[in-house]
């Protein structure tokens, strides 16, 4: 039997992962706290994803979740739970917007707003990289601003983990626009991508568009292969040679390779960081998404929220399946203590 589920539910996202199947980021009060809940639809039911690189991937981004829990610009994850069909996130509502949606809007930023992103960014990254963790999906969608402008990243569905600093892996993954060189060539790559990607994303902020984008794929790939990195006029010298390391085609050469986030934030582009003062939110965000309250939308793309739930969703399945499906997909289930994010 279905009831009807006593808190209100909005969708604020959609994802699509694991090899096309959609994902919902959907909005909810629960006790006077409002969560982002991850509904990963896994078919007709839960067996379809137990034997199968899902299961791999879909545990790989919970793991990630739980190491993430004490970064300042890294979601945080609350409880997750399963049903017999499907899976289940619940993490922070972050709704101050996408960066996606922020650049739409205003096209592109001065240099000091994109640095304080980028430098947030590098933290988040930084900090992944310390637990031998590999992002792979750098991209303004994966960037969101909190109520107050500071970034928190999310979406760990591509996180590798388990590569050592001299490590590398193999896997073709990404977002077309953002690949470094080394991962089109389908050669083994280390954590330098996520460099690249850091590079890509603060050129978009500072140009406009990706460098080397095209509407063409092909085109943007040959690009990003083999041509020169063109750098418009009217920026400074530091922002500029810090796309030059970040954008090297060959990632042994590439800002990052040798001493990894430490290059990063010993580069003259940041030389105006305080990056202890960054890390504990002591630095002002140079934009306010203005958000009225915890449930207020107005920064998530009205595309999202027109959007019906699904009734998957909005409503709750019955208890008894639910509890005879908890082992299903053996280590899933979780629920945060307030030590957790201490």
Not at 40 to 69: H, P, T
Not at 72 to 95: A, G, I
Request: net charge negative; glycine share 6%.
């Amino acid at each position: 039997m279905m009831q009807q589920n006593p808190f209100e539910v909005r969708v604020v996202g959609r994802h699509s992962v694991m090899q096309g199947k959609m994902t919902h980021s959907i909005e909810g009060i629960l006790s006077s706290y409002v969560y982002s809940i991850y509904c990963y639809f896994a078919g007709n039911a839960l067996k379809d994803v137990l034997f199968s690189m899902q299961q791999k991937n879909i545990m790989a981004e919970r793991n990630v979740l739980l190491k993430s829990l004490k970064h300042p610009f890294l979601v945080r994850l609350h409880y997750s739970f399963q049903t017999s069909e499907k899976l289940y996130f619940v993490l922070d509502y972050v709704n101050g917007g996408e960066l996606f949606f922020h650049l739409q809007r205003e096209r592109c930023f001065s240099e000091p707003r994109a640095r304080f992103y980028a430098a947030e960014v590098a933290s988040a990254i930084g900090y992944l990289h310390s637990l031998n963790i590999v992002y792979r999906d750098l991209k303004p969608e994966n960037i969101l601003l909190d109520s107050q402008g500071h970034v928190v990243l999310t979406d760990f569905g591509l996180c590798k983990e388990g590569v050592e600093p001299e490590g590398t892996t193999t896997t073709f993954c990404g977002t077309p626009e953002y690949l470094a060189p080394e991962v089109l060539r389908k050669e083994p790559y280390d954590r330098t991508v996520d460099w690249w990607c850091l590079g890509a994303v603060l050129y978009e902020m500072v140009y406009s568009l990706p460098p080397f984008y095209s509407r063409d794929v092909g085109e943007m790939y040959d690009g990003i292969l083999h041509k020169p990195l063109f750098l418009p006029p009217g920026k400074s010298e530091a922002i500029r040679s810090l796309l030059v390391g970040l954008l090297q085609k060959d990632p042994h050469r590439r800002l990052g390779s040798i001493a990894d986030f430490l290059e990063i934030k010993n580069h003259s582009f940041f030389t105006p960081i305080n990056w202890d003062d960054l890390y504990h939110k002591r630095i002002t965000p140079p934009y306010n998404p203005n958000v009225r309250g915890p449930a207020d939308t107005q920064n998530i793309d009205p595309e999202f929220t027109r959007e019906m739930v699904p009734n998957s969703v909005s409503q709750t399945p019955d208890l008894n399946a639910s509890f005879s499906s908890s082992n299903a997909f053996h280590g899933f289930s979780f629920v945060a203590t307030e030590d957790s994010f201490l």
